[in-house]
């Protein structure tokens, strides 16, 4: 069985969905939204790492305290989008590394084509999350995530802002394993494999590109 996908419906993550969604936003709010609910997203997403106590002293006493417990992180946007969300995300975790896939989607035929992966070294050593703010047919995160697996990641997650039923559903079949993150599940996709209602292209919205 995949695992149920998280779907994140925090009050300030749900107004600045809305803003992101209003097609009179200009792109420098566009990119300032989509960094914010990426960081408060990632919140969420984090939020199982590993602790271990540790002892130090305050300016008052000694204390037990909690660490993150060495636990390697990377963050992984599929281009170009995805770009939109590593601000946000690198905010919150500073010292995680980045890579890179590029996969964009055939005009005609839909599917995803591969065009680039720069990936950490270390990566197969790190947990992964893959960062892209739509799933709508699910092409492109799974072709990602398969590159992911190929390079022997173990632990992924995918994080997006808006995904559609079809697309969840697509994702959850390839990779049942990967913990899906959303701030919306949408209604559908339409004839163009545009998320309904959505909020049109992202990539063109971040970078001013339409």
């Known amino acids: 069985m995949p695992n149920e996908p998280y779907i994140l419906n925090h009050p300030l993550i749900q107004h600045k969905l809305s803003l992101l969604r209003d097609k009179n936003t200009g792109s420098k709010e566009f990119r300032e939204l989509v960094a ?52 946000g995300v690198l905010r919150l975790v500073p010292a995680a590394k980045v890579g890179h896939i590029g996969v964009y989607r055939d005009p005609q035929t839909l599917k995803p084509v591969e065009y680039y992966c720069k990936l950490p070294s270390d990566i197969s050593e790190r947990d992964v999350i893959v960062v892209d703010p ?46 899906i993150y959303a ?8 004839e163009d494999a545009y998320i309904v209602p959505g909020l049109g292209d992202a990539g063109d919205r971040i970078f001013g590109t339409k």
């Open 183 to 190: 701030a919306s599940l949408d209604e559908c996709l339409n």
């Open 134 to 179: 739509m799933l709508a047919t699910g092409g492109s995160a799974i072709d990602a995530i398969g590159l992911l697996k190929k390079a022997g990641v173990k632990n992924i997650k995918f994080m997006c802002i808006i995904a559609a039923p079809e697309g969840m559903k697509a994702l959850q079949e390839a990779h049942g394993d990967v913990q």
């Open 36 to 87: 914010e609910i990426a960081n408060l997203m990632c919140y969420e997403a984090t939020r199982d790492l590993p602790l271990k106590e540790i002892e130090l002293e305050t300016p008052v006493a000694s204390c037990k305290t909690k660490i993150i417990s060495g636990r390697k992180l990377a963050f992984v946007p599929i281009l170009r989008a995805g770009l939109g969300m590593v601000d």
